[in-house]
């Protein structure tokens, strides 16, 4: 799972044991990781013990249900996105669709963004498809 909401937690129920990863890039860094970049390099030690224990208390959660969890510290690099695609080409990352919406049907696009405002959108990304000419 890629998680760029900062929500993975509350699907490790879900995810497939011994082989589920999760990869957040919008959780807090570990303290560790934070003092590897050199900008980041003077952060207090109490801050950087903080932000250590909360990475260990979410690697725990994640082992629990047998999943592997990582932070990707991105820094805005050509890298890191050819990391991440790396990720998306092997397909160890693949998105959960959970509606497919054609744009062009306001009725359908207000529907969904109903939904998703009301949170109830169910699993799954809502995705609006676009015509084949753009307009």
């Known amino acids: 799972m890629f998680d760029t909401t900062g929500q993975s937690m509350e699907f490790l129920s ?3 044991p011994e082989t589920g990863l999760i990869v957040s890039i919008s959780t807090t860094p570990s303290g560790t990781q934070m003092q590897g970049i050199p900008e980041l390099s003077n952060v207090p030690f109490v801050v ?11 690697k725990w959660r994640a082992r629990r249900w047998k999943v592997q969890y990582e932070y990707l510290f991105l820094e805005l690099k050509s890298q890191d996105l050819d990391e991440l695609r790396t990720f998306v080409d092997d397909g160890k990352v693949k998105p959960v669709v959970g509606l497919t919406v054609p744009f062009e049907d306001i009725e359908q696009v207000r529907e969904a963004a109903m939904t998703t405002y009301q949170a109830k959108g169910g699993l799954g990304k809502t995705v609006f498809t676009m015509p084949a000419d753009g307009r």
């Open 14 to 16: 879900r995810m497939v």
């Open 48 to 58: 950087s013990t903080v932000l250590d224990t909360l990475d260990s208390v979410r």
